[in-house]
């Protein structure tokens, strides 16, 4: 059994940073790839950042590019989103999710936490 867990998501001003953390406790072999996946209201679930289960692998979106970092540390199995520079879009409901191939489609990652929300004013 596969359990997911986010924190530290909060409120913050624009330009500031948050740092997520993402535990993925429990084993399955079709894990591949942790994700981060935010979703704003009235929006869909969109992929922000991947990383492999070894770490050696990552991916970003183009809007986040340059702002924010998804890193592994494998001694505790928790995904870290060092979040900086943010803007008032970025703001919304965070997911950590763990899925068997690299995608940015939903319907791939198996494990979902409940979020973490982020939130960004001016």
């Known amino acids: 059994q596969v359990h997911v867990t986010e924190s530290g998501g909060g409120s913050v001003q624009v330009g500031g940073s948050l740092r997520l953390a993402c535990v993925v406790s429990g084993y399955s072999p079709s894990i591949g790839y942790m994700g981060w996946f935010r979703q704003a209201p009235g929006k869909e679930r969109e992929g922000v950042a991947l990383?492999?289960?070894?770490?050696?692998?990552?991916w970003r979106a183009g809007s986040v590019e340059g702002r924010f970092t998804i890193s592994l540390d494998e001694s505790d199995d928790t995904v870290y989103l060092q979040m900086n520079s943010l803007k008032p879009e970025d703001g919304g409901m965070y997911y950590c999710?763990?899925?068997?191939?690299?995608?940015?489609?939903?319907?791939?990652?198996?494990?979902w936490g409940q979020g973490t929300q982020v939130i960004v004013s001016s």
């Open positions: 999710a763990a899925g068997r191939r690299f995608s940015v489609e939903v319907a791939d990652f198996d494990f």
């Open positions: 990383i492999s289960s070894g770490g050696g692998h990552t």
